[in-house]
Each structure stands twice: as structure tokens, then as C-alpha cells.
């Protein structure tokens, strides 16, 4: 069983239970077929304009949303400078680590060479 359920004042149908759906041709002419159709136009073209202005606000709210997040890029940029100049300091100040550990294994080594009588 099918309900015809339309909004419209034209329909003489409405909440008709049918055995059959119902053919529109067999019950309108050409004139109410026309506007009937320009009716569904006009209400899909007007939820089409509502459906814009909403993405349109979206859009605002985004591009707020945006900006925002520009400026935390902002300052994450001044951390990550800051972060590379003691990444410069430690390591030029491993550099000489590196070098005095070897040195002192070096002369460590030594010492013991001498000890042992590996070398006079």
C-alpha cells in the first residue's frame, strides 16, 4: 500500500491509501504538471540558497579557525629557532668533549704504556 503524502494544496490526493501509485499524467494536465514543477524548482533552488549561506558561515568560521592556528604556527617557528641555537651550543660543546675524551684516553693510555714498560 502506498501513501500519497504531499505538501501542496493542488493535490486532491492527499493521504489517500492507494493499492497502486498513482500516475500524475492520468489526473493533470500539462498547465498543473508545469507548475507543479516549477514549485518543486523553487523549493529545491531556495534549500540550495539556505544550503549556501550555511557553508558560507562555515567557510567565516574556518577561516577564523585559520588564523588562529597561523599564529600558533608563529610562535611554534620561535620555539624551533631557539631549539636550533642550543642544538648549535651542544653541539659544539660535544665537539669538545669528543676531543677531550680522546685526549685523556690518549694520555691515558700512554701512561699505562709507559707503566707496563711497553714503550721507554
Given amino acids: 500500500m502506498?501513501?500519497?503524502r504531499d505538501d501542496d494544496k493542488i493535490n486532491p490526493f492527499k493521504d489517500v491509501i492507494m493499492s497502486e501509485p498513482i500516475?500524475?499524467?492520468d489526473f493533470y494536465n500539462h498547465d498543473t504538471?508545469?507548475?507543479l514543477l516549477e514549485s518543486s524548482i523553487?523549493?529545491?533552488n531556495d534549500t540550495m540558497l539556505?544550503?549556501?549561506k550555511r557553508f558560507d558561515?562555515?567557510?567565516e568560521r574556518f577561516d577564523r579557525i585559520d588564523e588562529k592556528f597561523d599564529k600558533v604556527d608563529e610562535r611554534f617557528d620561535k620555539v624551533d629557532e631557539k631549539f636550533d641555537k642550543i642544538n648549535e651550543k651542544i653541539?659544539?660543546?660535544f665537539?669538545?668533549?669528543l676531543t677531550f675524551i680522546i685526549a685523556g684516553f690518549t694520555g691515558m693510555l700512554g701512561i699505562m704504556a709507559h707503566g707496563f714498560h711497553w714503550i721507554i
Fill in 57 to 59: 558561515r562555515i567557510d
Fill in 42 to 44: 523553487s523549493t529545491i
Fill in 91 to 93: 653541539d659544539s660543546k
Fill in 95 to 97: 665537539t669538545w668533549l
Fill in 23 to 25: 500516475n500524475i499524467r
Fill in 2 to 4: 502506498f501513501f500519497v
Fill in 50 to 52: 539556505r544550503f549556501e
Fill in 33 to 35: 504538471r508545469i507548475t
